[in-house]
């Protein structure tokens, strides 16, 4: 990829997201060495308001890496690239008129490589990961994050130790041991696998990619947001509905919009944001609807969207604050809506929506009927990931 | 999309690809009413070297319809668009080492709608007979082409009947039923599969969009050679490998390369077109080393590559010619070479490619070792489609 600014990344420091601790940008880092919460990626956005112009960035055909002067790696010839990012948005009027939304629109994840939106956090961390001299990754995962993981660790040469619920998608083991990955099943949920694999790295100095415990996955998930805003011409819709399994692409969407403030890029409202979460793992709703800033373990969590059965997200207060912060809120749906609504994004308009893409269409009427969503909005759902890899399922 | 060249399409007429016999442009049409042989649609490319700059067009953000000027579609609002087409052309360097070939590079189309390069084609072909009139269409397909038509006919709200062979991929059959198409399924091979679909188009006045029965699918399949060459900064590589079925994509990126030679957008030499069939079906490679110039029936088809398995290809003269006029040739690979080069795939670049797009990679030991390929040559793979469909039969 062409050079074209006098950055090839504005990254500044790295902050946690809590007590504010600075950490150095250019080593690996994990969690805050104060409080152990998140770190976010901070950038000069003001010199970058001066030199960049979000036309320029926009009509590159890098996808992802349009924006690479906000994403971290500092060598743009190490991005580890498979063509992620840059996925269509598109209206779906017919599906939309079935729930009297003229406004509908779809963001189909399912294009990136992999098959869903694990794909963009998984290309910038480990592009950066190694750019800073890790060599040896380890995941836990429900699912497509173990199956994105290894496909970039075999892009980058890099070994990579998967750590999936042993009741996980059949076709996520497979793709990731076909990418070279070494796939450990756990008997338990995502937390469980977690454990394992935080432990894992500690024995092994393997540096661990698991949701927000490194700052650069949200940063590959951010450009979700970047990419609604330049495609709908540098406004942003009245909502977006994300399932909300670890909220790390809520968190990054809320992150690029404020990025794009700063630079000068967009004005105005922001979208509210609305987490989607099934019925029988809803961590995030009960904590937004009871008022708490972090989220209890929800025992026995049960879905078939293997994306959203994530019992506690480690990123709970930021998620909850997200939430609050854009005037969005927090809903859930059941395993049946789910796939009906997998049926008539199918039957309406031609997408193959993975069961947590199509939660957010589940979620639709309910949002219109408490008035939550309003007819004349524009409403963008997010559908992560596609059908194909559940296709045999049937 | 907004329209800003004077007209929205420079299509002029169709043309017989054998007798040349003009047709109208604007109303449905099939096959040379003279002698049966495919249209093709021509452009007033001398109009359109006026207007069109090719640097302009190529930064829209609209994929395949970057291109619209130079496709049928009269309305762009008509375009049933999925986000098909702009897929990612990127360098495989640790693929490239293992074969001594440092300009190596894959052309990913997994990355579509439906998860194969089949969109491009139903997409162009069922937005322009829709715009013509017709409302309800039959398909036969040797797997992913019927899944595409299923998806475009949802999204156009028509009706796609598909005829697919009893062992076609299950999942192919389940994407094209869950997207409402009716599926039969056929005791024979794709051309089998094509008579019963042919007679019952003439029976019931369905749309016949059976490979190159149609003029359109090869117009959407024609975009990946106009992708190619912007992609390389509107320079061709030396050689291109593709999986031949039916053929339409060979043909398709023949006539993009020597519309942009008119158009003024490319100069010097074009690539050898390189057809890889499967040792088990291999009606091109035959009658190409034979100096035939058709294709005899293939008896006994078999190969694990369902995109393979067409015994003739109904196109077979185009074929011949285009793989002669480029200097090309046709080679032969074996399924297990297939397997063992998308284990390769996969474990040197982390692409999940489907069998018929690993047939290329598996053909270019054969290539290099007759000296049809040399090691400082680039060389693009295209790979036809994603492994994500095939996960679950591991």
């Given at each position: 990829?062409?050079i074209s600014?006098?950055?090839?990344?504005y990254?500044?420091?790295?902050?946690?997201?809590?007590?504010?601790?600075?950490?150095a940008p250019?080593?690996?880092?994990a969690?805050?060495?104060?409080?152990?919460?998140?770190?976010?990626?901070?950038?000069?956005?003001?010199?970058?308001?001066?030199?960049?112009?979000r036309?320029?960035l926009?009509?590159?055909?890098?996808r992802?890496?349009?924006?690479?002067?906000?994403?971290p790696?500092?060598?743009?010839a190490?991005a580890?690239?498979?063509?992620?990012?840059?996925?269509?948005?598109?209206?779906?009027p017919?599906?939309?008129?079935?729930?009297?939304?003229?406004h509908?629109?779809?963001?189909?994840?399912?294009?990136n490589?992999?098959?869903?939106?694990?794909?963009?956090?998984?290309?910038v961390?480990?592009?950066?990961?190694?750019?800073?001299?890790?060599?040896?990754f380890?995941?836990?995962?429900?699912g497509?994050?173990?199956g994105a993981a290894?496909?970039?660790?075999?892009?980058?040469?890099a070994r990579?130790?998967?750590?999936m619920?042993?009741?996980?998608?059949?076709?996520?083991?497979?793709?990731?041991?076909v990418a070279?990955?070494e796939?450990?099943?756990?008997?338990?949920?995502?937390?469980d696998a977690g454990?394992?694999?935080?432990h894992r790295?500690?024995?092994?100095?393997?540096f661990?990619?698991?949701?927000?415990?490194?700052?650069?996955?949200?940063?590959?998930?951010?450009?979700?947001?970047?990419?609604?805003?330049?495609?709908?011409?540098?406004?942003l819709?009245?909502?977006?509905l994300?399932?909300t399994g670890?909220?790390?692409?809520?968190?990054?969407?809320?992150?690029?919009?404020a990025?794009?403030?700063?630079?000068?890029?967009?004005?105005?409202?922001?979208?509210?944001?609305?987490?989607?979460?099934?019925?029988?793992?809803?961590p995030v709703?009960?904590?937004?609807?009871?008022?708490?800033d972090?989220?209890?373990?929800?025992?026995?969590?049960?879905?078939?969207?293997?994306?959203?059965?994530v019992?506690?997200?480690?990123?709970?207060?930021?998620?909850?604050q997200?939430?609050?912060?854009?005037?969005g809120?927090?809903?859930t749906?059941?395993?049946?809506?789910?796939?009906?609504?997998?049926?008539?994004?199918?039957?309406?308009?031609?997408?193959?929506?993975?069961?947590?893409?199509?939660?957010?269409?589940?979620?639709?009427?309910?949002?219109?009927?408490?008035?939550?969503?309003?007819?004349?909005?524009q409403?963008?759902?997010?559908?992560?990931?596609t059908?194909?890899?559940?296709?045999?399922?049937?």
């Amino acid at each position: 990829m062409p050079i074209s600014s006098s950055r090839t990344s504005y990254l500044d420091h790295l902050a946690c997201s809590h007590c504010g601790k600075l950490h150095a940008p250019d080593e690996l880092q994990a969690l805050c060495t104060n409080c152990g919460e998140p770190l976010l990626a901070r950038y000069d956005l003001t010199a970058a308001r001066a030199e960049l112009d979000r036309d320029r960035l926009a009509a590159r055909s890098d996808r992802l890496w349009n924006w690479r002067e906000l994403l971290p790696l500092r060598d743009p010839a190490r991005a580890l690239y498979l063509g992620e990012g840059g996925t269509p948005l598109f209206r779906a009027p017919r599906l939309g008129a079935t729930f009297n939304l003229p406004h509908l629109w779809i963001k189909d994840e399912g294009l990136n490589p992999t098959g869903t939106f694990k794909a963009r956090g998984m290309a910038v961390a480990l592009s950066r990961a190694l750019e800073l001299g890790a060599r040896e990754f380890v995941v836990p995962t429900a699912g497509n994050a173990g199956g994105a993981a290894a496909a970039y660790g075999a892009r980058g040469a890099a070994r990579v130790h998967v750590y999936m619920p042993k009741d996980a998608p059949a076709a996520n083991r497979v793709e990731a041991e076909v990418a070279g990955a070494e796939v450990t099943l756990v008997d338990g949920l995502i937390d469980d696998a977690g454990k394992l694999a935080a432990h894992r790295a500690r024995e092994r100095d393997w540096f661990d990619l698991s949701t927000l415990r490194e700052p650069y996955r949200v940063e590959g998930k951010k450009t979700m947001g970047y990419e609604i805003a330049q495609q709908l011409g540098w406004r942003l819709p009245d909502a977006i509905l994300y399932p909300t399994g670890g909220g790390t692409g809520l968190i990054g969407m809320w992150k690029a919009f404020a990025e794009m403030e700063t630079l000068g890029w967009i004005a105005g409202r922001r979208p509210r944001l609305i987490a989607v979460q099934a019925e029988g793992c809803a961590p995030v709703y009960r904590a937004f609807h009871a008022g708490a800033d972090r989220c209890k373990l929800w025992p026995n969590a049960q879905t078939a969207a293997a994306g959203l059965r994530v019992p506690k997200p480690f990123a709970d207060r930021l998620i909850l604050q997200t939430l609050r912060e854009s005037g969005g809120t927090a809903v859930t749906v059941s395993d049946d809506a789910m796939r009906q609504a997998q049926h008539l994004i199918s039957r309406y308009e031609g997408i193959a929506a993975c069961l947590e893409g199509a939660a957010t269409i589940a979620a639709l009427n309910p949002l219109i009927q408490s008035g939550q969503l309003r007819p004349n909005e524009q409403i963008v759902c997010l559908n992560t990931g596609t059908r194909l890899k559940e296709l045999q399922l049937h």
